[in-house]
């Protein structure tokens, strides 16, 4: 079998504005069959959002452009006002404890970097001055002062940048619009 070339012709834009893009706003609409669908099997409570619903939301907020306002709507039959209310609480909470969870997830991020950086420093700094310990403790300490800057490099510019982007989706989820649409999407 011979692999040959394919044009790749997927118009990315086009396809977002069609299908996601609403009168200026990303919209991610789902349809609940029964109010209960909101809810973890689990939970006794009743008090945690359905894995498949924030599953479906994370998913699609990945494609949305950055610059869109966010609505996330809910096709549903048979949901009381109260219900409602409870369902945007649980997913504000939900969001609210992603974006705390990724807050702390870059401030460690940003203590480890900082930390790297301070010991490959060091360590290059005892490399340059370790010249009568002799060559192989010179340049095992200079390889281990490289490495560790180049950790902190690499957990800046790669780490950092998906966790603050992560951030800004939750941050955008948990300000969405919410709305509730009495009629099942066909």
């Known amino acids: 079998m011979k692999f040959r070339r394919q044009k790749f012709d997927f118009k990315a834009k086009k396809y977002l504005n069609t299908n996601y893009i609403k009168n200026g706003k990303a919209v991610i609409s789902m349809n609940i069959d029964n109010p209960d669908m909101f809810y973890e099997k689990l939970d006794a409570d009743r008090i945690t959002l359905s894995r498949h619903i924030t599953d479906f939301i994370d998913k699609r ?90 950790e902190t490099v690499t957990s800046v510019l790669f780490g950092a940048v998906r966790l603050k982007l992560d951030k800004y989706d939750a941050t955008n989820l948990y300000h969405a619009e919410v709305v509730f649409v009495e009629d099942v999407k066909k």
């Open 61 to 150: 907020i990945d494609y949305i452009p950055y610059r869109y306002e966010t609505v996330i709507k809910f096709y549903c039959k048979n949901i009381s006002m109260e219900e409602e209310k409870k369902i945007v609480s649980m997913l504000r909470a939900h969001y609210g404890l992603e974006t705390n969870e990724l807050n702390n997830e870059i401030r460690l991020n940003n203590l480890k970097s900082l930390s790297l950086f301070i010991m490959g420093l060091c360590l290059l700094g005892l490399a340059s001055i370790a010249g009568s310990l002799g060559f192989l403790i010179k340049e095992v300490l200079s390889i281990a002062g490289w490495v560790a800057v180049w």
